[in-house]
Nanobody, 118 residues
Framework: QVQLVESGGGLVQPGGSLRLSCAASGFTFSNYDMRWYRQAPGKERELVAAITSGGIIIMYGDSVKGRFIMSRDDAKNTVYLQMNSLKPEDTAVYYC???????????WGQGTQVTVSS
């Protein structure tokens, strides 16, 4: 059974930091490209960051460049999103996504809420 379980969300003040985790199971994690998306109320889902299988290429959305860092630990089947200098506009539900280009397999987590507010 494929599972992606996000954790680490919560309420943080502007300028603060959070680290999200996404624990994967039920598939060969190291073969998959991983992505973090977010969706704020009334807005479309937005790609935040992506990392390829093997961690060779990492990309970030323009709104988070220089503040967020994505990484993966294939030994733990886990991907992380370190979020620094958080802003109120970062408030959203953050989703973990796994994608295997060769077969077009595409999996989603249930999401974790991040709220940035004073």
């Amino acid at each position: 059974q494929v599972q992606l379980v996000e954790s680490g969300g919560g309420l943080v003040q502007p300028g603060g930091s959070l680290r999200l985790s996404c624990a994967a199971s039920g598939f060969t994690f190291s073969n998959y490209d991983m992505r973090w998306y977010r969706q704020a109320p009334g807005k479309e889902r937005e790609l935040v960051a992506a990392i390829t299988s093997g961690g060779i290429i990492i990309m970030y959305g323009d709104s988070v460049k220089g503040r967020f860092i994505m990484s993966r630990d294939d030994a733990k089947n886990t991907v992380y999103l370190q979020m620094n200098s958080l802003k109120p506009e970062d408030t959203a539900v953050y989703y973990c996504n796994a994608r295997f280009a060769r077969t077009n397999d595409n999996y989603w987590g249930q999401g974790t809420q991040v709220t940035v507010s004073s």
